[in-house]
């Protein structure tokens, strides 16, 4: 089931195209991660997709909910981490999550308490739970503001730069606890991030936007072969590599085959396939194997590919 | 719309406010400046030096203006005791149009541009809150606490002026008089909701509570201006000019809050003016 259907969404701001023509399907617990550049419109998609503001034209659906037609009804379902923590910093972290409870509706006092202990335990910050939160570190206000996200356990979830200004034990903390959502409690979530490798560890799905359109999607290991072009399995040898470039040539899946000093560079679609039978036939023309180390393109190299080529 | 929600939006907003000393302290000092340092000087300096002679040609226009019940009543006094009776039962009456409509703007300004200066708008705006929820809950935390300080002003204000007219008027006390509370009754409330209404327009206008301030600071001239023609006797604090803005108020307030519902757009909070 969809669960986040988007369909050439469009926003202008007086002459400004900040958004043109967006569409995108995200499956029901699925994380999908939004990457672009500054500017590029990834928080007006989500502003528009939570119902913060309205399209110029096109639609959305959230669980089947129309963004225009009932946006009551869409904001009671997504929770929404903003780039800036946005948190009241005169309200105690207990007293944040309080109000938000129950602005998205949660009246029973007894389910409040026990869901603003919950999340502060999870996020470790129980011991400062009534201190306010002008007094907190970045990280802990990004933790608070990820916490007031789900405070209304939301079926889908839009977060901007969940992990922007975390250290590296919070930022897996965050990353385990968004894997945790969708995979074993099936929420949708979309992510908006400039960190690629949070991306690829997480997504199950990337886009890429660019001046407000979505240029590409797809699963982060079928974009980053698709654009970022094809592997690399690097070939350490004993002596002068050049004598066994015949040795792999013509091998199956072996597309090219480079020199450098001792190291023979393969090109490859699937290193997974093809390293064992260059390592097999190096070994029996008598190559002596110091080390064998494939290169996977990364999202990273895929995502500057798309951005550098959109920018002529 | 739901006044649970609006109420919600209120205490959330009063907890911070209650916290903001930049918020509360004109709050606290300006009503405690025109509801007890001013009169205290009145009060006790003519006492101490002598009612200077151009302290009377001062609020000689206003005293010439003065209703034939007025004179009346100051005929047989002195110098000293003319100027304390009609500075503390007329000349300071449009100070008290200044506190509601201080406080009023310094709070709207608080609790709708304030929001935009904290970045704390937009996580609001995701909630299921409509926008009636919101606008009550923000009007309602601008209304409340400005009409208690305009209230608590008053009450302080009675007890300095009766203090004086004890010891001055033979133990006189002077207020409250019923023009005075169809007047903080009447009319404080309305302005109070005036200056909330015009600070609604100007925050969905600007970036944040600075500028907010800056602009609502506009609220004063006519009042400025109300002080100036009470002195010099164009004008003077009775019961048709209570009656007269009694009419005036609620014609502006039908004006600023017709305008400020239709424009209170969450959308429109959050993209203007940025």
Same mark, same amino acid.
């Given at each position: ?18 958004? =043109? #023509?967006?569409? !995108?399907?995200? #499956? ?14 990834? /928080? ?21 909910? =129309? ?34 409870? &129950?602005?998205?509706?949660? #009246?029973?006092?007894?389910? $409040? ?18 201190? #306010? ?7 802990? &206000?990004? &933790? ?21 200004? !975390? =250290? ?5 903390? $965050? ?26 560890? $997480? ?23 698709? $654009? ?44 997974? !396939? /093809? ?12 190559? &002596?194997? !110091? ?22 | ?20 000393? *930049? ?31 151009? +302290?009377? *040609? ?15 009543? @100051? ?28 406080? +009023? ?24 809150? *409509? ?21 608590? +002003? ?11 007219? @004890? ?30 209404? @015009? ?6 206008? @600007? ?5 907010? *301030?800056?602009? +609502? ?58």
């Amino acid at each position: 089931m969809e669960a986040i259907v988007a369909h050439d969404l469009t926003k202008k701001f007086n002459s400004f195209t900040a958004v =043109d #023509r967006l569409s !995108l399907e995200v #499956r029901e617990g699925e994380v999908f991660g939004l990457l672009g550049p500054n500017g590029a419109g990834k /928080t007006t998609t989500i502003r528009m997709l939570a119902c913060i503001i309205s399209p110029t034209s096109g639609s959305a659906q959230i669980h089947g909910k =129309d963004i225009i037609g009932e946006p009551a009804a869409v904001r009671g379902m997504v929770g929404v981490q903003t780039e800036s923590p946005s948190l009241y910093e005169r309200l105690t972290a207990t007293e944040n999550l309080e109000f938000f409870a &129950k602005a998205y509706g949660i #009246r029973d006092p007894g389910e $409040i308490r026990s869901r603003t202990r919950e999340l502060l335990e999870f996020f470790d910050l129980w011991e400062r739970r009534c201190e #306010r939160v002008a007094a907190f570190s970045k990280g802990m &206000k990004q &933790k608070l503001a990820i916490a007031r996200a789900i405070i209304h356990d939301p079926p889908v979830l839009f977060l901007d730069e969940p992990t922007s200004g !975390l =250290d590296p034990e919070s930022s897996k903390l $965050i990353r385990d606890l968004i894997v945790k959502l969708s995979r074993m409690e099936r929420r949708t979530i979309l992510i908006s991030t400039h960190r690629l490798e949070d991306a690829e560890r $997480i997504c199950n799905k990337v886009g890429i936007i660019l001046r407000g359109g979505l240029k590409v999607s797809g699963a982060p290991e079928e974009l980053r072969s698709r $654009i970022a072009g094809e592997a690399k399995v690097e070939v350490r040898l004993l002596g002068s590599a050049s004598d066994y470039i015949r040795s792999v040539e013509g091998a199956p899946g072996v597309s090219g085959v480079d020199v450098n000093g001792s190291n023979l560079i393969i090109s490859t679609w699937d290193p997974a !396939l /093809t390293t064992p039978d260059i390592v097999r036939r190096v070994v029996e023309d008598g190559g &002596k194997v !110091l080390s064998v180390r494939p290169f996977l393109p990364s999202l990273e190299e895929a995502y500057l590919k798309i951005v550098e080529g959109m920018r002529g | 719309m739901r006044l649970a929600n609006a109420l919600l939006v209120f205490r959330k907003d009063w907890k911070e406010i209650s916290r903001n000393y *930049q918020v509360l302290a004109p709050i606290i000092f300006v009503p405690l400046v025109f509801t007890t340092i001013l009169p205290l000087i009145l009060v006790f300096v003519p006492s101490l030096v002598g009612a200077p002679g151009a +302290s009377f *040609q001062l609020v000689g226009p206003m005293f010439e203006s003065l209703p034939p019940e007025v004179k009346a009543a @100051v005929a047989g006094m002195g110098a000293e005791e003319t100027i304390v009776y009609v500075f503390a039962l007329y000349f300071f009456a449009p100070f008290f149009l200044i506190i509601p409509i201080m406080a +009023s703007s310094v709070l709207a300004s608080d609790s709708f541009a304030g929001e935009k200066d904290r970045k704390t708008l937009e996580t609001l705006l995701a909630t299921p809150l *409509q926008d009636g929820e919101l606008l009550l809950g923000k009007m309602l935390v601008s209304f409340v606490p400005s009409i208690l300080v305009t209230f608590a +002003s008053f009450a302080v204000y009675c007890l300095v002026v009766d203090l004086a007219s @004890v010891l001055r008027f033979g133990g006189k006390i002077l207020l409250p008089n019923a023009l005075w509370l169809l007047f903080i009754f009447g009319v404080t409330p309305l302005v109070a909701l005036a200056g909330i209404g @015009v600070t609604v327009i100007i925050s969905l206008r @600007v970036k944040g509570y600075r500028e907010a *301030q800056q602009m +609502s600071a506009i609220l004063i001239a006519p009042i400025l201006a109300l002080i100036f023609a009470e002195v010099g006797g164009a004008i003077i604090f009775g019961p048709l000019m209570i009656l007269l803005m009694i009419g005036v108020f609620t014609l502006v307030n039908a004006i600023v809050l017709f305008l400020g519902i239709k424009h209170f757009q969450r959308e429109e909070l959050l993209t203007r003016g940025g």
